[in-house]
């Protein structure tokens, strides 16, 4: 129960706008494409009704929605990790990645694909979406999480926590690195391919696990608003009202490996989306209280992952860009705006 | 509450680092309901890291620490944030929060999983808010608004927390004059009329000595705690500069400089203009003396509302309209001074020049 500033319709306003542009983009996402289908025929297949051509009903359901609804879910919640470790460190460049969660994922990714090609001769694991490869991808984030944790539960001190991240980060790269080397060119490009990130190679039965962990995720971190607020005025005010920081910064964690983790596995590492949306959302809203910044980063999430979607495959393009590209294209001048427009960037918040 | 109504009490408390290094020890002090008590010493004593404990922010290296008769390591960290609030210097980076936002996260302590906040709770904040006139600025985010008024509203959110015991580390630093007193002056009221413990260190002797009920002070090796009169009276405030070129007035209340002076004046008029003329002579290393027969008098005439100062030297008179020049011309006096007539003068080549050792 917030009292009702001044403020208080213009951020109504913007919870009504942002959901409409979100479904608008949605639907951008599904009438548009490669193959040119009449709008009328997809309302017929969403209707659950026989398109005109089978294989439109194939391109809607088993090709377009899966890939808007990956889109979806991933913006959302790579913007809300990226949210939750910029408020746990303090930090305004802080994402996703800076615990080392997508260098995890790719030893996993790395040691199957390397390794299962280095036993058997094949390299049949190439496709992103692969079971083996997001389990692989689950397993590398979640041992790096494990390391987190162990850490934070024995040092107080959140830089040398943020250090120790990115240390795990960098080893875990250089093991990958090492296996790069002593890999195929063929096994190598299916490891390229696979971090450059995807959103078309997810399935609907692997969606079925994406998007309930995901949704976990959130849940769990708009259950921390009060954690994440009291945290946002440093540890010793955070601990004098009563907020075990420890237990906090654990929670937040988790979530953010089991969101980042997640879409990691399934998606391949997609840079920048979860350091720039929550910046777009503080701009958009300019409020730092979490209860109101993490829904508009939510919905901010969405539509720019499902706008940069849209972007990667316009029509035109032969096949879709890579979707890392994309994002990094659109996220890089958000930071740098950022990190101009703001100079000191001890305000930032 | 328990014991002698002891709200706050240590006992043979060491304070320190982790890695054990000792900063002070043999803490043995207590605060009472209502109570408003300033924490006094050098820096570097260690008055920051004594709030921390008291806090239960740092672990003390070995003692007790009881609050309402009970041990604080006791106490859970949520029981804890119900009856002792916490104010630090430590710079908030955050643009985008409301001053009213601020406050309100005072209410966590009181609040379920989510921090909703109930009628009560408002109304509590709202309480707060007024409690330290920050009204108009309820709205503002803490970036746009003055140190002062941030120091205010850091207090209004410990207000909201609703605690027993306040302590504030270093609430008047980066303050300016009239916020240090307004400050300090806002904590002796709340102390008073909402019955509250507050504990605050500070730099700023003389406010602490006109605001506090009393003053822990931390002096060489030993914890004194006492009223502040109490304290002048028994000379424990000149103690704590005693090798240093401070001088604490016992009459005034308050730390000069200690200066050598290397001349004698003498010098007549008005109460108040004395005051202050003697003030700017003894800054030029002139000794004030009762003694009419020195060589150097300064008579200050008080004609309608105009001040006139007439300066007596080498048996000639001058007259001055300002202090400024009187100054300027006896330094300019003292430089041309033959350097053989130094010793046994009354005044010496250049008094201004040695008169700050």
């Not at chain 1, 009292?3 to 319709?9: L, S």
């Amino acid at each position: 129960m917030k009292e009702r500033g001044p403020e208080y319709g213009k951020k109504t306003l913007l919870f009504i706008i942002l959901p409409l542009i979100l479904i608008l983009f949605l639907m951008a996402g599904l009438f548009t494409g490669t193959v040119t289908i009449p709008a009328d025929e997809i309302l017929k297949i969403l209707g659950g009704a026989e398109p005109a051509k089978p294989e439109w009903k194939v391109i809607i359901i088993d090709l377009r929605l899966p890939r808007v609804i990956t889109a979806l879910v991933a913006g959302m919640g790579l913007s809300v990790s990226g949210l939750l470790m910029q408020t746990v460190f303090r930090n305004p460049l802080a994402g996703p990645y800076v615990l080392g969660i997508s260098a995890g994922a790719s030893l996993g990714v790395a040691a199957v694909v390397m390794g299962f090609s280095f036993i058997t001769g094949s390299y049949g694991l190439s496709l992103p979406g692969n079971w083996t490869m997001v389990m692989a991808a689950w397993a590398g984030s979640g041992l790096v999480l494990i390391l987190i944790l162990i850490v934070s539960f024995r040092i107080r001190d959140i830089m040398t926590i943020l250090i120790l991240g990115i240390m795990f980060g960098s080893a875990a790269s250089a093991i990958v690195s090492v296996m790069q080397y002593f890999s195929t060119e063929t096994v190598l490009r299916s490891f390229m391919i696979w971090t450059m990130g995807s959103l078309g190679g997810v399935t609907t039965p692997q969606l079925k696990i994406m998007v309930p962990a995901v949704l976990a995720g959130l849940i769990l971190s708009l259950l921390s608003v009060k954690l994440l607020n009291a945290m946002l005025l440093g540890e010793n005010y955070a601990r004098s009202l009563g907020i075990n920081i420890s237990l906090a910064r654990m929670l937040a964690f988790f979530s953010t490996s089991l969101l980042a983790g997640t879409i990691t596995a399934f998606c391949g590492p997609i840079a920048f989306v979860g350091i720039a949306v929550p910046h777009l959302a503080r701009m958009l809203i300019r409020d730092a209280d979490h209860a109101i910044l993490m829904p508009a980063t939510i919905f901010a999430g969405g539509i720019v992952m499902v706008g940069s979607d849209i972007i990667s495959q316009l029509p035109g393009l032969d096949s879709s860009l890579p979707i890392n590209s994309v994002t990094a294209l659109l996220g890089i001048p958000v930071v740098i705006w950022i990190v101009i427009h703001n100079r000191k960037l001890s305000g930032i918040f | 509450m328990t014991g002698h109504g002891k709200i706050l009490q240590t006992e043979d408390l060491a304070i320190g680092y982790k890695t054990g290094k000792k900063v002070f020890d043999n803490i043995c002090v207590s605060a009472e309901k209502a109570e408003l008590i300033a924490l006094f010493g050098p820096n570097g004593a260690g008055k920051s890291t004594l709030l921390r404990n008291l806090a239960g922010l740092q672990t003390p290296l070995s003692g007790e620490i009881l609050l309402y008769g009970e041990k604080l390591k006791n106490y859970s960290r949520s029981r804890l944030s119900r009856i002792l609030g916490y104010v630090s210097t430590e710079f908030i980076p955050v643009n985008n929060l409301r001053v009213k936002d601020l406050v309100s996260f005072g209410r966590y302590p009181h609040t379920g999983w989510m921090g909703r906040l109930g009628k009560n709770d408002i109304m509590k904040v709202d309480n707060a808010i007024d409690m330290v006139s920050i009204r108009h600025l309820k709205d503002k985010y803490i970036h746009q608004i003055s140190d002062g008024e941030r120091q205010r509203t850091m207090v209004a959110r410990t207000l909201a927390q609703d605690t027993g015991i306040i302590i504030l580390d270093e609430p008047t630093a980066f303050l300016d004059l009239p916020n240090k007193y307004e400050v300090v002056h806002l904590l002796h009221k709340l102390a008073r009329e909402s019955g509250k413990t507050i504990i605050f260190s500070t730099h700023d002797l003389n406010i602490a000595i006109q605001e506090a009920d009393k003053i822990w002070l931390m002096l060489g090796e030993k914890m004194i705690s006492g009223s502040p009169e109490d304290l002048i009276l028994e000379g424990s405030f000149g103690k704590m500069f005693e090798n240093t070129s401070l001088k604490f007035s016992r009459t005034k209340g308050e730390f000069g400089i200690t200066r050598k002076f290397t001349a004698k004046i003498s010098l007549m008029g008005p109460k108040t203009e004395s005051r202050w003329t003697r003030n700017a002579l003894e800054r030029m290393g002139f000794g004030v003396v009762d003694d009419p027969a020195v060589q150097l008098q300064v008579v200050i005439h008080k004609k309608e509302s105009l001040l006139e100062w007439e300066l007596t030297f080498n048996k000639r008179k001058k007259q001055f309209w300002k202090i400024y020049d009187l100054c300027y011309f006896l330094a300019d006096l003292g430089r041309s001074q033959p350097a053989g007539r130094q010793s046994g003068n009354e005044f010496s080549t250049s008094p201004r020049q040695t008169s700050h050792d």
